[in-house]
Each structure stands twice: as C-alpha cells, then as structure tokens.
C-alpha cells in the first residue's frame, strides 16, 4: 500500500466530493476560458490585423503549444510540491498574462505571451485528474473524470459565448478582457473551494526523483498508454480544427451569419457538458473500450451532418460531434490515469501534451487544407482522425477488456 491510500477517499455526494467537483469547474473555466476565448473571433482578429485565417488561428494555437510543452514539467513539479499547491500557482499566472496579452498591440509579442500564458496554464490540465484520481473512491474515479470532463467544456463554452458578442461591440481586445476577468473570478472560487490533498505522497517520500524518472519510462512503454495519448492528439487536433475553420465557413456565402452571432456556434459545447458525465457512467457499467468506441463513431456521425447544406443541419452536426468528442475524452484521460498505479501524474501530463500538441499541431496545420481545397476536404480529414483513432484503439487496447 503507498503512503496515503490509508486515507479514504471522497466518496460520491460526500461533502469534500461535492467541493472537488465545484474547484474543478472553476478551475476548469479559468483555464479553458482563457486559452479558447480568441476562437469565436478569428475573423475580427483577422480583418483587424490584416492576417490570413491561418495566421489568426495562431492565437489559439500558441496557447496551447506553450501548454503542451509545459504540461509534463508540472507533472514533476506537482509531484513534489502537491498538486493543488501547483494548479493554484497556474491559475494566478495564467490570468495575470492575459489581462497584459489582451492590450499588446505588436501581433508577435502578443502571441509569445500567448505562449506564455499558455505554459503557465499547463498546471491544470496536467495535474487535475491525477488530484482527482487520488483524492476520489477508487469507484468514483470514471464518473469524476467525467463531470471534471464536463466543467471544462463549461469553461470554453463560457469563454467563447462571453468573448464574441462583446468583442462584436467594443472589439476583440475587450472581449479577450471580459474573458480574463471572468477567470479571475473563476479562480479565486477554485482556491475557496478546493480541498485540502489527503492522500497526496511527495516524489521525495515516494521513491525519489529516480522512481519518477523509472514510472515515466514504464507509461512511455505501455502500448496502451501510447494509443490513448495517440487518441488524445488526433481527436483534439480535428475537433479544434472544425472549430477553427467552421466561423469562416459560416461568415462566407451562403450562410454569411454575422459576427456576433459566431460565438453562438459555441454553445453546441453543452452536448459535451451532458456527455462527458454520462460516459462515465457507462464506462462504469459496460467497460472503458465500447463507450470509447462508441464516443468516436458518434463524432463521425456528426462530421457527416457537418457536410449537409443547410445551417440547422451544420449546427445539429456540430453538436453531435461535440457530444461524441468530450465523450470519448472523458473516457480516454480517465483510462490513461486509470491504468497507471504510481505514475498518475506523468501519464496525465503525457496525455495532455499529446493533446494540446494536436490542438495545436492539427489545429493550425488543418487550415493549410482549408485554404486549399475549402471545407469538404477539411472535414473528411478530421474524419480520417477520428477513423484512424479507433482502429488503433481496437487493436491494441481490446485485450484490457
């Protein structure tokens, strides 16, 4: 038995379960607000600054980058100071650099803080589900990670939505600023709310950084942990792409849908607010590898939904593919903490680099076929991500069943 598992962990409708579950949302709207916020308004950046499509995607894309980068450097250090320690220090910093972003007139000092800010947002993402991992029943774990999966798509929902009617107003600045305040607020609920760590064990008193070095090793040579953190860049990187590119496809003929109307697109994120937690609980029920599955067939559903003509039928597309997205993201970040007893915070971090390196490899590299060959083909590609997603994870990962 490791140190701390003596401790029991929050069971669910506990009160410290309750609390947890309320941090993450908050912390999950501090982060993914932020780091999401420019999306809905790419073609005002756009037109602002006088800068292609893919150029303006940048300031998604180096967000994240500077996050996929960060992500396994907070592992360790989460490990040896506490993780909730780390995700508060995150929060504070990140929010801090968007205020400053948000008013930095040279386009490329703009997105280097972007980066920046993006690195200091790394901590949540690489450190929340292995806190909640450790801090939760053994048998919650699946359901919590998915109302963990839940708050975040609240915080880029509420980002986006927030972002783009004020930015339509007053100007894109102002609606990253509106943004930034609204993390702020969010984070000073995480740091009331959180629960203090029960079962948290130093790397120092756990093996010293030598174990950690020898659990990262281990993940790196688990196949089934490379094919979740495979799932995790490919199906991250389509769906930030569609994302992306679907505000210039609406703004252009026939649909010309208005600027302040673009961020409306966001709110198909709530099928993933009602997914994510539902496929916890189907996962606790039938097993991690058919809702995976299952998760991604209904992304390909709402790709194909995506490609018919009228704007009612893109909009319900949009939202069945959010839904199957965040779906089979709950299930794949849970199973990736899941499957690595004493490694939970490099095989998090693992998985999250792996994801924001999609989002913002794919994200970005995406639009290189958009510019080219338009929307069809856009989609069809994020389509063959996702197919190539699932075959790998039913080959490889069918034999934990």
């Known amino acids: 038995m490791r140190p701390g598992e003596a401790v029991p962990g929050h069971e669910i409708g506990s009160p410290g379960y309750r609390r947890m579950l309320a941090a993450l949302v908050c912390a999950g709207i501090a982060t ?48 040896r100071i506490g993780r909730l320690r780390a995700m508060v220090i995150a929060v504070v910093a990140a929010t801090s650099l968007a205020l400053i972003a948000a008013w930095t007139p040279d386009v490329e000092l703009m997105l280097g803080l972007r980066f920046v800010e993006g690195m200091a947002l790394a901590g949540v993402p690489a450190l929340a589900m292995a806190y909640l991992s450790d801090e939760v029943d053994s048998r919650s774990r699946a359901i919590a990670a998915g ?25 894109w600045r102002t609606g990253m600023t509106a943004v ?41 040579r688990d196949p089934g942990q490379l094919v979740l953190f495979a799932t995790a860049f490919l199906l991250m990187g389509g769906f930030v792409a569609i994302y992306n590119y679907l505000s210039f496809h609406l703004a252009a003929p026939p649909y010309l849908v208005p600027a302040g109307l673009l961020g409306m697109v966001f709110l198909a994120y709530l099928g993933g607010t009602v997914s994510s937690p539902l496929a916890g609980r189907l996962a ?4 991690y590898l058919p809702v995976l599955l299952g998760a991604m067939v209904v992304m390909l559903v709402g790709l194909l939904m995506l490609l018919l003509g009228p704007l009612v039928s893109v909009l319900a597309g949009l939202l069945v593919m959010t839904a199957g997205f965040f779906a089979a993201h709950a299930i794949a970040s849970g199973w990736a903490g899941a499957r690595a007893e004493g490694a939970r915070s490099q095989a998090t971090g693992l998985y999250n680099l792996a994801y924001y390196l999609g989002s ?27 197919v190539l997603s699932g075959v790998l994870t039913l080959v490889v990962l069918r034999r934990d069943q």
């Open 180 to 220: 930034a305040l609204l993390a702020a607020a969010a984070a000073v609920g995480f740091v009331l709310l959180a629960p203090r760590e029960r079962r948290f064990v130093p790397s120092s008193a756990n093996g010293g950084s030598r174990a950690v070095l020898g659990r990262f090793a281990a993940t790196l």
């Open 360 to 386: 913002s490899v794919l994200g970005w590299g995406t639009g290189l076929m958009y510019a080219a060959s338009g929307w069809t083909a856009t989609v069809a590609l994020v389509g063959a991500f996702v």
């Open 147 to 171: 109302w963990y999966v839940a708050g975040t798509t609240v915080g880029g929902l509420s980002g986006r939505v927030l972002a783009t009617p004020i930015a339509d107003l007053a100007g």
């Open 32 to 79: 993914f607000a932020q780091i999401y916020s420019p999306q809905g308004m790419l073609p005002l950046i756009s037109a602002d600054l006088g800068i292609g499509p893919e150029r303006a995607a940048l300031t998604v894309s180096a967000a994240t980058a500077g996050l996929a980068l960060a992500v396994v450097p907070w592992s360790f250090l989460g490990d």
């Open 284 to 287: 606790v029920r039938h097993g």
